[in-house]
């Protein structure tokens, strides 16, 4: 396992396997804004409520439904939370062949 060593003066460096210990902070990209707030390929479609939307939008050449909660960023922008579901086209195509049978169970429950 090589040695850590903090490097004062450039005369201390001997070359050889010491691993050099830097304070450097790691580099965080900034987020891409546009991206996280749908960005130019979504549509809003309709707002469940105040903080929860339906979107459609096209990321990386594929299309999403969207079903997500958004919240309200440090500058009053509306943002995109971590609670939801992005569900690819075959999967929304799926979901929708089965809305019927859905909405008959939620009426045998209510």
């Known amino acids: 396992m090589p040695k850590r060593k903090a490097v ?3 005369s201390d460096f001997s070359g050889e396997d010491e ?3 830097t304070n450097k902070k790691s580099e965080k990209k900034p ?9 130019e ?3 809003t479609v309709c707002e469940l409520s105040k903080n ?3 979107m459609v939008r096209k990321f990386k050449g594929k299309v999403y439904v969207d079903i997500r909660e958004f919240y ?3 500058n009053g922008e509306e943002l ?3 609670k939801g579901i992005s569900l690819p086209l075959d999967q929304w195509k ?3 062949q089965h809305l019927e049978g859905i909405q008959k169970l939620i009426e045998d429950l209510s």
């Open 31 to 39: 987020a891409n804004k546009k991206a996280a707030s749908g960005g």
């Open 52 to 54: 929860r939307k339906v």
């Open 41 to 43: 390929d979504s549509h």
């Open 80 to 82: 995109p939370g971590k």
């Open 8 to 10: 004062s003066d450039e």
């Open 19 to 21: 691993e050099i210990v």
């Open 72 to 74: 309200t960023g440090k």
């Open 94 to 96: 799926e979901l929708k």
